[in-house]
């Protein structure tokens, strides 16, 4: 028989249900499913308490009448909270007999919305910071997808231009009138500056070929599951003595495609031996080191013989010569160098490519200071006066650069290795710009016009010209009595290794002249100089131990000139070795403290 407090509680629920169904349709149905699980449970807890709890029920009962009452008396925007709380106190309907009502969430601007929007502009921020440190070209393309942060830099762009126009004007645009280049600069924050001019316009790339041949044969060694100087029988003459015979042995391994006996184009296997030999560019194009070059044909005279033929003359035909542009260039050496790829063999490559400043394997390094790591690829050309050259180098202050250049400025006077110098004095003159070469151990350039410039003899004659370091030199004929010495005369404050080099304008009438050096040891040194040709541009002697506190000279004489040439009285350049643990010309570059495998 159903007890009093029974019957009004199931009139209690009844008029809940009715609540509901309203606040249902006030609401468009928000009460979803779990209401109605909540609402079953409810009469469970209810069937339960009640059994345990008469007097409670009771009490609990009026609480709830008088609750849905007032609720009732809501308007519709408030049917949630009624409907809330109804059903909240039949769920919290327990054995303590206390109600708890459940209210409904409401969002929070400070803890939750105003978070949401930080993260929110935190993550765009980040997201524009990496899409704009990105480099892009004029067409909004992004250089390449290297591992490397590349940014162009207008500062550096306009200093290389301005050393560009310099060493074109010193030459008046004969000895040398094109240079493009494209030029990296290490950044301490952590990218590369960049400056580009004509970087994308390919030239005949000469012997800088050998570079991509270098990389490509590496990966054939790694690709074998071989050591990464598995070739090296080969590579070592082609990198070494730039052997052409070599490179050509270099690529028939990796194409797997040796010269064949090819008619036509149409002729049976030619268009599958091709595939083959576009290898190489296929295995830079994966790297996005490709772009718009042309790396297929031998450099000639090779193992093929002295020209293409047969179907190596076929594919250079359709293909056209190889063409090398600096922007990719500089990219691959900044690869090769900085292990962007193939880094189980950036010892091996590093070693094979490292120069000697002033030798016939470079050009820029006629403009480095001594002591200073240099890895490069020369290519010239003495017909069409192609000098190209891809380097990198690491000052003796830790400062690094990589120029990519490809040039006219090949002089076939002999005298070696002076024929590619010119690119010395833009190397040079940007990196003094810069800065870069600042901390580097102390130079000293006296000019004739210096204090510590004498003359003794017969008086020289002061002239102007633009290949002048200074643009003013001395000059004197031979025959002139009494005969006329010029001496150069420094103090030596720090005890070390001292690089000697001698600047002059280069002319038709000029004749070669011996400089005298005495380093202050007691010896003395002659260094026979021709100053027809490779002007304006600092020539080195030697290097010289030189002592603190002593005074060592250099000087010219007319002595034995003929009387119909002249010679010329300009600068001379004395520059410290870096020097370390007491080893003069030793720099902690040296050492590689970590190897990159």
Request: with cysteine; proline share 5%.
């Amino acid at each position: 028989m159903t007890s009093v407090n029974e019957h009004s509680l199931l009139i209690n629920n009844h008029e809940n249900n009715e609540n509901n169904q309203i606040n249902q349709r006030n609401n468009n149905k928000n009460i979803n499913n779990r209401n109605n699980i909540n609402l079953n449970n409810n009469n469970n807890n209810y069937n339960s308490n009640n059994n345990n709890n008469n007097n409670n029920n009771n009490n609990n009962y009026n609480n709830n009448y008088n609750n849905n009452n007032n609720n009732n008396n809501n308007n519709n925007n408030n049917n949630n909270i009624n409907n809330n709380n109804n059903n909240n106190n039949n769920n919290n309907y327990n054995n303590t007999g206390k109600i708890y009502l459940r209210k409904k969430k409401k969002w929070n601007f400070r803890k939750k919305i105003l978070p949401m929007i930080v993260i929110l502009i935190i993550t765009a921020t980040v997201v524009c910071l990496v899409v704009f440190s990105l480099p892009y070209d004029s067409s909004n393309t992004i250089y390449n997808q290297s591992p490397f942060v590349i940014k162009e830099d207008d500062n550096l762009l306009q200093l290389a231009m301005n050393s560009r126009q310099n060493l074109l004007n010193i030459h008046e645009n004969q000895t040398i009138s094109k240079l493009d280049f494209t030029i990296l600069v290490s950044n301490p924050i952590g990218y590369w500056q960049l400056a580009t001019f004509n970087g994308k316009n390919n030239s005949e790339p000469q012997q800088t070929l050998f570079l991509p041949l270098l990389a490509a044969a590496v990966n054939w060694c790694i690709n074998q599951n071989n050591d990464p100087h598995c070739l090296q029988m080969a590579a070592g003459p082609m990198m070494n003595d730039m052997s052409s015979i070599h490179a050509g042995i270099l690529m028939d391994i990796i194409t797997n495609a040796p010269n064949q006996e090819f008619q036509t184009s149409n002729s049976t296997g030619f268009q599958s031996w091709l595939t083959k030999r576009e290898s190489i560019e296929s295995f830079l194009n994966s790297y996005d080191l490709l772009g718009n070059q042309t790396i297929i044909n031998k450099f000639y005279p090779s193992n093929s013989g002295p020209t293409a033929t047969w179907g190596e003359g076929l594919a250079q035909k359709l293909m056209g010569d190889n063409q090398m542009c600096p922007y990719n260039s500089a990219l691959l050496m900044l690869n090769l160098v900085k292990s962007g790829i193939l880094s189980e063999g950036q010892s091996y490559m590093t070693d094979l490519i490292s120069r000697q400043t002033f030798s016939t394997f470079t050009s820029i390094g006629f403009g480095l200071p001594p002591g200073t790591i240099l890895h490069s690829v020369l290519g010239t050309s003495s017909s069409t006066k192609d000098l190209n050259e891809i380097a990198h180098l690491v000052l003796p202050n830790g400062g690094e650069m990589i120029f990519s250049i490809f040039s006219n400025g090949y002089e076939n006077f002999g005298h070696a290795p002076y024929q590619s110098s010119i690119l010395g004095n833009f190397a040079g003159d940007l990196i003094r710009s810069l800065g870069i070469d600042n901390g580097c151990p102390s130079k000293i350039v006296m000019t004739s016009q210096d204090t510590n410039c004498t003359v003794a003899g017969a008086p020289w004659t002061l002239d102007t010209s633009i290949q002048a370091y200074n643009n003013s030199f001395l000059y004197i004929s031979g025959g002139v009595t009494p005969t006329s010495t010029v001496t150069w005369t420094f103090t030596i404050n720090v005890t070390g290794l001292y690089e000697v080099c001698v600047w002059f304008p280069s002319g038709d009438s000029h004749t070669s002249v011996s400089y005298k050096v005495e380093p202050g040891d007691g010896m003395i040194y002659f260094f026979p100089v021709d100053q027809v040709h490779y002007g304006a541009r600092w020539i080195r002697l030697d290097s010289f131990f030189m002592v603190a506190g002593n005074q060592p000279i250099i000087s010219i004489s007319n002595r034995g000139i003929d009387p119909s040439k002249t010679i010329v009285a300009d600068s001379v350049k004395l520059t410290r070795w870096p020097s370390s643990k007491g080893i003069p010309g030793f720099s902690n570059d040296f050492v590689i403290a970590e190897s990159p495998e």
